[in-house]
């Protein structure tokens, strides 16, 4: 293993407020910093910030390192407290202990985390940038909107009351909805009790999809029809190769021989399980990837939609107003609220 940095990385605690609580709720303020909890300079450009309300908290991140660094909660400080990552700009690998494999976390992806024995790493490769926002919540916040009528929301909430680990087996990329709502959460156009009831809303909205994401399709995995079973097992490894390899040119007589099985076989299951073929997902996923360069108001639509291989930006413009209800200029400078 390449020589690396172990930093410290708790969970955010949940603040309830007392008479001697002077810490003011639904604004972002600089994260207080232990001895020895923050990065050396040299090693690091990084800030933090906070915000506590009384049933969660959040935290945004900026930073990049010039070494190697894995994030870990030496001090165990929140491990009872689920929580949810949203990365708008990442190269991550966790780790679980006792495992050499790895959960592979890119920009604009996000996880969900519950690990009352504290025993994940985050490892992060020097020089990459990293920008994220963690939100932790109390248990009983959680339940009080899971869903009752959902078999995933009902085995979440249950392995939670048993201090089971619950963890994302793999990065889902963070949907338009959110992003917006990650958007009021860094940056709200209200102030005081509507402020606090904006970020509250926001953050069920991204919790609640988060989840749903995560773990709706991987309940459904535990089918007791083993043909039905296998076939989801094709599409959600289908799936985590296109992920990772949406920008290329694919094809179908080439997926199915990467995956061993018969094109018209691979486009049906596809079809049934999704509910879209194989490159209307590849569309969605380039226009996740569009949705995160278009946030740099540096970046020209005609470099975004060249990207993507459109020659014309208008058709570009077509394709993305199809998914999302706006053209890119729209989406760029449409308010959040």
Same mark, same amino acid.
């Given at each position: 293993m390449s020589d690396y940095i172990t930093l410290d990385s708790p969970n955010v605690p949940i603040l309830r407020h007392g008479e001697s609580n002077r810490i003011p709720y639904g604004v972002f303020i600089k994260s207080p910093a232990e001895p020895n909890t923050l990065p050396d300079s040299e090693l690091a450009s990084f800030k933090s910030r906070d915000m506590y309300l009384p049933n969660f908290s959040i935290r945004e991140v900026e930073g /990049?390192?010039?070494?190697?660094?894995v994030l870990k909660n030496l001090r165990s400080e929140g491990a009872d407290l689920p929580g949810s990552c949203l990365l708008m700009k990442a190269d991550v690998k966790t780790y679980l202990k006792g495992s050499s494999q790895f959960i592979a976390t890119k920009q604009s992806s996000q996880n969900f985390k519950f690990d009352p024995n504290n025993e994940y790493r985050h490892h992060i490769a020097a020089n990459s940038e990293l920008h994220y926002v963690h939100v932790s919540y109390a248990p009983e916040y959680l339940d009080s909107f899971l869903p009752q009528n959902e078999p995933w929301a009902d085995w979440v909430r249950e392995k939670i009351a048993k201090k089971e680990r619950v963890f994302g087996k793999?990065?889902?990329?963070?949907?338009?909805?959110?992003?917006?709502? /990650?958007? *009021?959460? *860094?940056?709200?156009?209200?102030?005081?009790?509507?402020?606090? %009831?904006?970020? =509250?809303?926001?953050? *069920?909205? /991204? /919790?609640? @999809?988060?989840?749903?994401?995560? #773990?709706? =399709?991987? &309940? +459904? %995995?535990?089918? +007791?029809?083993?043909?039905?079973?296998?076939?989801?097992? @094709?599409?959600?490894?289908?799936?985590? &190769?296109? $992920?990772?390899? &949406?920008? =290329?040119d694919h094809s179908i007589a080439g997926l199915a021989r990467q995956f061993a099985t018969n094109g018209n076989k691979l486009m049906s299951v596809f079809r049934a399980v999704e509910g879209k073929s194989i490159f209307e997902y590849i569309s969605d996923l380039r226009m !996740?990837?569009?949705?995160?360069? @278009?946030?740099? =108001?540096?970046? +020209?639509?005609? !470099?975004?939609? $060249? *990207?993507?291989?459109y020659k014309n930006p208008?058709? #570009?413009?077509?394709?993305? +107003?199809?998914? &999302?209800?706006?053209?890119?200029t729209e989406f760029r400078y449409k308010p959040t609220y």
């Amino acid at each position: 293993m390449s020589d690396y940095i172990t930093l410290d990385s708790p969970n955010v605690p949940i603040l309830r407020h007392g008479e001697s609580n002077r810490i003011p709720y639904g604004v972002f303020i600089k994260s207080p910093a232990e001895p020895n909890t923050l990065p050396d300079s040299e090693l690091a450009s990084f800030k933090s910030r906070d915000m506590y309300l009384p049933n969660f908290s959040i935290r945004e991140v900026e930073g /990049i390192f010039s070494r190697d660094v894995v994030l870990k909660n030496l001090r165990s400080e929140g491990a009872d407290l689920p929580g949810s990552c949203l990365l708008m700009k990442a190269d991550v690998k966790t780790y679980l202990k006792g495992s050499s494999q790895f959960i592979a976390t890119k920009q604009s992806s996000q996880n969900f985390k519950f690990d009352p024995n504290n025993e994940y790493r985050h490892h992060i490769a020097a020089n990459s940038e990293l920008h994220y926002v963690h939100v932790s919540y109390a248990p009983e916040y959680l339940d009080s909107f899971l869903p009752q009528n959902e078999p995933w929301a009902d085995w979440v909430r249950e392995k939670i009351a048993k201090k089971e680990r619950v963890f994302g087996k793999e990065y889902q990329p963070l949907s338009l909805a959110q992003l917006r709502a /990650i958007q *009021t959460l *860094t940056d709200c156009p209200l102030v005081g009790s509507l402020g606090v %009831m904006m970020v =509250e809303t926001s953050v *069920t909205q /991204i /919790i609640l @999809l988060q989840l749903h994401a995560l #773990f709706g =399709e991987e &309940y +459904k %995995m535990t089918d +007791k029809n083993p043909t039905h079973r296998r076939d989801q097992e @094709l599409v959600h490894a289908l799936k985590q &190769y296109l $992920r990772d390899n &949406y920008l =290329e040119d694919h094809s179908i007589a080439g997926l199915a021989r990467q995956f061993a099985t018969n094109g018209n076989k691979l486009m049906s299951v596809f079809r049934a399980v999704e509910g879209k073929s194989i490159f209307e997902y590849i569309s969605d996923l380039r226009m !996740q990837h569009a949705v995160h360069l @278009l946030q740099d =108001e540096d970046v +020209k639509v005609l !470099q975004v939609a $060249r *990207t993507f291989g459109y020659k014309n930006p208008n058709h #570009f413009s077509t394709a993305f +107003k199809r998914i &999302y209800g706006v053209v890119p200029t729209e989406f760029r400078y449409k308010p959040t609220y």
